[in-house]
Nanobody
């Protein structure tokens, strides 16, 4: 059974930091790209970042570049999203998602295309107070 389990969300003041974790199971980790998305109330789901597990290449939304860092611990099938200099507009439920990339060049797939991802976690709430 495929599972993606997020954790690490919480309440933080503006300017603070959080590290989200996404633990994957039930599939071959190296064959996938893992993305982070977020959805604020009343807004569409937004792509935040993606990491291609096999080569470590990364993508970021302009809104988080320089503040967020995605990384992976391949030995433990875990992807992290380190979020620094948080702003109130970062408040959202954050989801991780997985996309198989064995047969395609992941760089040809926009990282923020939610419909390209096969598996999703349940989400973790991040709230940034002003």
């Amino acid at each position: 059974e495929v599972q993606l389990v997020e954790s690490g969300g919480g309440l933080v003041q503006a300017g603070g930091s959080l590290r989200l974790s996404c633990v994957a199971s039930g599939f071959t980790f190296d064959d996938y790209a893992i993305g982070w998305f977020r959805q604020a109330p009343g807004k569409e789901r937004e792509g935040v970042s993606r990491i291609n597990i096999s080569d470590g290449s990364t993508d970021y939304a302009d809104s988080v570049k320089g503040r967020f860092t995605i990384s992976s611990d391949n030995a433990n099938n875990t992807v992290y999203l380190q979020m620094n200099s948080l702003k109130p507009e970062d408040t959202a439920v954050y989801y991780c998602a997985a996309r198989n990339n064995v047969w395609i060049d992941i760089k040809t797939i926009p990282f923020d295309r939610a419909d390209e991802y096969e598996y999703w976690g349940q989400g973790t709430q991040v709230t940034v107070s002003s």
